[in-house]
């Protein structure tokens, strides 16, 4: 467990927390005017370890060598020079901390990255963190690593629970959710819809199943798996050449097909570790998903049977009617897309070049 503390006069600014694997959509924007929850789980932070916010550099000004230096291999709109290490905790287990009015920009329904951190030490009145709650934006609080400094508060570490342990509690997350937008006259609005989660995780994984196709036809399992990849993978790569296999793989599954070309992995929760198979598995190109999306597919929730006849049970719960299935078809998230495949070395290839080129025509066809 750690607290941080305020670099500049020591004050305390957090609650004691513990670390987490950084949420594949931490940096997501989702849709227009819509209002998203709290990123963190209360009690946790998790750290980014690429150079977040301002100062900006435009794109005619990057370097390639430069930019590849920095794990970007295709071009940018704007590279950050800012420090790297940002760490991103719950709103709510801020401690000392006061909003600075000047720097409280937002777009139209709160506060944004706007032109720097927007609240301050309330004891020596250092700016310290950006505050994030903005629509279409993940609630969070950023801290920035040159302001803040990490202690421990206890010699305990906390303890990191194995994949048996994980597979024992089950958090998997459910793969569509109601929406909500910020509340308008006619009140608020809800709509089911595709987890963010989810897309943003599939954007995620597939840049990685692009760079693992090398150019050719990728399949995957038949079910919720294909309704999440294989349109966009039909729609990106060519056909008429063999197809590579990709395959679900992980913790509490029967050994993955030695033969399959790429694996769908968990990745830890809490040590953002992706799970490493044994034997011939392991030279698959491993595709990361996180572990709540990895354990929805590999240990769907069944929906809960009616009884044909009398009341419920005691303790039994009802699910009717079943939650609505979203009207459209799965897009992955193309933010999270992009930022993904400009930092693979596969992206140089010149047909990896040209999705990413065309990226906002395949926007428009509902690819993404």
């Known amino acids: 467990m750690f607290i941080f503390v305020c670099a500049g006069c020591g004050a305390r600014l957090t609650i004691p927390l513990s670390q987490v694997a950084l949420p594949a959509h931490a940096h997501q924007k989702y849709g227009n005017g819509i209002q998203l929850p709290v990123l963190m789980e209360s009690g946790t932070f998790a750290v980014d370890p690429k150079r977040l916010g301002p100062p900006w550099r435009r794109r005619d000004e990057i370097d390639p060598e430069e930019a590849a230096t920095r794990g970007i291999d ?11 290490g940002t760490v991103v905790i719950a709103p709510g287990d801020t401690r000392g901390t006061v909003l600075i009015p000047e720097k409280a920009d937002g777009y139209c329904c709160g506060l944004d990255w706007g032109d720097g951190p927007n609240m301050a030490c309330e004891a020596c009145g250092l700016p310290v963190a950006n505050r994030i709650d903005d629509c279409s934006l993940w609630q969070a609080v950023w801290l920035a690593p040159d302001a803040v400094r990490r202690l421990p508060v206890d010699n305990a570490p906390t303890a990191t629970l194995s994949w048996a342990e994980l597979l024992a509690e089950g958090k998997s997350t459910p793969p569509f959710e109601p929406i909500t937008t910020w509340r308008s006259m006619l009140g608020l609005g809800h709509w089911w819809a595709w987890s963010p989660q989810w897309e943003a995780a599939a954007g995620r994984a597939l840049a990685h199943l692009l760079a693992a196709s090398d150019g050719r036809p990728v399949t995957v399992p038949h079910g919720l798996i294909a309704e999440v990849f294989q349109r966009a993978l039909d729609a990106l790569l060519p056909a008429g050449t063999p197809a590579r296999r990709a395959v679900l793989a992980g913790p509490g599954l029967s050994g993955p097909d030695p033969d399959a070309d790429i694996l769908l992995l968990p990745i830890h929760p809490q040590t953002g570790e992706i799970w490493s198979p044994a034997g011939r598995a392991a030279s698959a190109y491993p595709v990361p998903l996180p572990f709540g999306v990895w354990m929805w597919l590999a240990f ?20 009717d009617p079943l939650a609505p299935h979203p009207r459209h078809p799965f897009q992955a998230d193309p933010g999270t897309f992009r930022h993904t495949l400009v930092r693979l070395p596969a992206v140089r290839s010149p047909w990896l070049r040209e999705i990413l080129e065309n990226l906002t025509q395949h926007m428009r066809s509902d690819i993404f």
């Not at 295709?74 to 790297?84: C, I, L, R, Y």
């Open 300 to 319: 769907p929730e069944p929906h809960l049977p009616l009884p044909a006849s009398g009341t419920m049970p005691d303790g039994v719960l009802r699910d």
């Open 74 to 84: 295709a071009s940018v709109h704007a590279v950050s020079d800012g420090t790297p």
